[in-house]
């Protein structure tokens, strides 16, 4: 059975740093493209970035460019994203996301709905 399960959050000071990391199961990640997404209170579920199959083409949201960072390995069956330099406004339940896309330059980090499978999200909180 297809499952992701994310880790790595927790509390961080701003300024800080965490790593989150997906673990996939009951499927063969070359198939999928890959996004992580975030959900604070009150607010809606958006896009914070997104990988290719093949992890030729990465895109972020505007509020995490050039602080966060997303990776895959597929042979390990794994998706993470490095977040640095972290701010208050980062904190939310993080969410990783499945898109079964084959394409090797394709990922959208705008589209939930284009992601059929999700985990069960991790807390990231980053206050002083």
């Known amino acids: 059975q297809l499952q992701l399960v994310e880790s790595g959050g927790g509390l961080v000071q701003p300024g800080g740093s965490l790593r989150l990391s997906c673990e996939a199961s009951?499927?063969?990640?070359?198939?999928?493209?890959f996004g992580w997404f975030r959900q604070a209170p009150g607010k809606e579920r958006e896009g914070v970035s997104c990988?290719?199959?093949?992890?030729?083409?990465?895109k972020y949201a505007d509020p995490v460019k050039g602080r966060f960072a997303i990776s895959r390995d597929n042979a390990k069956n794994m998706v993470y994203l490095q977040m640095n330099s972290l701010k208050p406004d980062d904190t939310a339940v993080y969410y990783c996301?499945?898109?079964?896309?084959?394409?090797?330059?394709?990922?959208?980090?705008?589209?939930?709905?284009?992601?059929?499978?999700w985990g069960q999200g991790t807390q990231v909180t980053v206050s002083s």
């Open positions: 996301a499945a898109d079964r896309n084959p394409s090797p330059v394709l990922c959208d980090v705008l589209s939930l709905a284009r992601y059929e499978h």
């Open positions: 009951g499927f063969t990640l070359n198939n999928y493209a």
């Open positions: 990988i290719s199959s093949r992890g030729i083409t990465i």
